[in-house]
């Protein structure tokens, strides 16, 4: 195996090093709610299946002496199925908020670094839905769409599933810190080395053709290099302003095709029209308050995964720029918002994040939480399945996500599963002490930006109207 792949990346060991500050823990926690409770025996099979087809999920973390790498994954001898898949029930009477209140200690507990990090609990006895898987996982394991890439390949798409087989189980090679050290960094400066030697001459070829556009290159790239790193010391919400270990989870369900019709009629994209229902719906939670702003400070991630990536893994870099909440017509909005999405995918330095971690990494952490602590929000969308899946035997009806705050005072993230948009909440308390009124102000931008669509699809006649609802169905699941 590749040495580099034995080892955290640097941006991983950046978001590792962060973790000092436990406000910046990068906890992944996702609910499946099912249709009914499946199979335990097939459940495990189909878990330990995955830790196969994903050997990751059997390594822990060895850090490597006095920092000379990063830590490595080492195939755990002591690894324990029955540790990592537990099931419990809930007490009666049960209701979907317990499920959310156990999803919300998940979201708070750190994980044994002793052990690989992740974990899943089946709950049974919820009221109204059935049954629930909780997975939880740090990030370094997966990113969203990785994670979504992971549960393709094990889940089935009806209730009997098909058998794949049964992988071999992985074989670590005998540890050997000295040798991963070494290789790493041969394999490291080998890879400078390579990129020096291939990038010369086409850059001194294009310096002599046209020097002026060398400069400005240049110096466009030095510009985003700052943008990318620079820290960022003051909110620029003037409501959610403190950090703190408290988390509260909500939920939201948005019709995914009325979505993207909202989209389409602005001549923007899904992710566009999502970070617009956020931006409205923080700019409303800020009037409620009594506060008005012009920009909100989003971190929102940019992957960087390729068809040769491997399962699992995180390939994301974290882009924090200012989004527009200042303007009242909504399709004007969602074209700003896209504007300043589509300036940072463009900027030159997010293919460099990873050296950019690396410089980081060499500063101490203490130093370097003011990347993150002083970003507003999270938002983060990530496609799913549009056919219903199963797991042993069980459907799942709903698929919501609560990715980390890293620092900031709300993580809001969207998975779209068979038709349904799944929108989890995770938000800091100090931040935002009333959820429940955060999540209405939510509501009500998806709501606005919904009828953006209906508007622009409505011809004359009562004939082509929608018969349905402009409002989002988020009632049925949601924060107590």
Same mark, same amino acid.
């Given at each position: 195996m590749d040495s580099r792949e034995i080892h955290m990346s640097q941006s991983d060991l950046f978001s590792w090093n962060m973790e000092r500050d436990p406000v910046l823990r990068?906890?992944?926690? &996702?609910?499946?709610?099912?249709? &009914?409770? #499946?199979d335990w025996d097939r459940l495990l099979q189909t878990m330990d299946r995955g830790t196969r087809v994903v050997p990751r999920l059997r390594h822990r973390l060895i850090a490597a002496p006095l920092g000379?790498? #990063?830590?490595?994954?080492? *195939?755990? !001898?002591?690894?324990?199925? &029955?540790?990592?898949?537990?099931?419990?029930? *809930? !007490?009666? #009477?049960?209701?979907?908020?317990?499920?959310? @209140?156990?999803?919300?200690? @998940? %979201?708070m507990t750190g994980f044994d670094p002793a052990r690989p990090l992740w974990r899943s609990t089946l709950l049974s006895g919820s009221a109204g839905a059935g049954c629930a898987l909780v997975l939880t996982v740090h990030h370094s394991l997966t990113d969203g769409i990785g994670g979504i890439q992971?549960?393709?390949?094990?889940?089935?798409?009806?209730?009997?599933?098909?058998?794949?087989?049964? !992988?071999?189980? !992985?074989?670590?090679?005998? @540890?050997?810190?000295?040798?991963?050290?070494?290789?790493?960094?041969?394999?490291?400066? &080998?890879?400078?080395?390579?990129?020096?030697v291939r990038s010369t001459p086409p850059t001194i070829r294009r310096a002599l053709a046209d020097p002026a556009r060398a400069v400005r290159e240049g110096t466009a790239l030095a510009g985003s290099l700052v943008r990318l790193a620079r820290p960022i010391t003051t909110t620029l919400s003037p409501v959610m302003t403190r950090r703190s270990l408290g988390r509260r989870v909500a939920v939201l369900d948005v019709p995914l095709e009325r979505l993207r019709g909202a989209a389409r009629a602005a001549g923007c994209t899904l992710n566009d029209a999502f970070l617009t229902a956020v931006a409205i719906g923080l700019r409303t939670y800020h009037r409620h308050h009594g506060a008005k702003l012009d920009q909100l400070r989003v971190t929102m991630p940019i992957s960087l995964r390729t068809p040769d990536d491997p399962l699992g893994g995180n390939r994301i870099t974290l882009a924090r720029f200012a989004l527009p909440v200042d303007l009242d017509e909504t399709g004007e909005l969602m074209r700003a918002v896209d504007a300043a999405v589509a300036a940072w995918r463009r900027e030159p330095a997010i293919p460099l994040s990873g050296a950019v971690a690396a410089v980081l990494n060499r500063l101490p952490a203490r130093l370097l939480t003011g990347l993150l602590k002083h970003v507003d929000f999270v938002a983060s969308n990530v496609p799913g399945s549009p056919v219903p899946l199963y797991i042993a035997g069980a459907r799942i009806d709903r698929m919501y996500s609560f990715g980390p705050t890293i620092g900031t005072a709300v993580n809001v993230t969207?998975?779209?599963?068979?038709?349904?948009?799944?929108?989890?909440?995770? %938000?800091?308390?100090?931040?935002? #002490?009333?959820?429940?009124? *955060?999540? @209405?102000c939510l509501a009500t931008g998806f709501a606005t930006v919904l009828e953006l669509g209906t508007e622009r699809a409505a011809v004359p006649g009562p004939e082509s109207r929608e018969d349905v609802d402009s409002q989002p169905s988020y009632p049925a699941f949601r924060h107590r």
């Open positions: 990068s906890t992944i926690v &996702s609910a499946l709610i099912l249709d &009914s409770e #499946p000379l790498a #990063p830590p490595r994954w080492v *195939l755990d !001898p002591d690894f324990d199925l &029955s540790w990592h898949v537990r099931r419990s029930a *809930l !007490p009666e #009477p049960a209701s979907p908020a317990e499920v959310l @209140e156990f999803v919300r200690t @998940e %979201a992971i549960a393709t390949a094990l889940l089935d798409f009806d209730r009997a599933g098909t058998d794949r087989g049964h !992988p071999s189980e !992985p074989r670590g090679d005998p @540890e050997s810190a000295l040798r991963d050290i070494v290789s790493w960094n041969v394999a490291v400066g &080998s890879d400078l080395v390579v990129s020096g969207l998975t779209s599963h068979a038709g349904i948009c799944y929108v989890g909440i995770n %938000a800091d308390t100090a931040a935002v #002490p009333d959820t429940d009124t *955060l999540t @209405e």
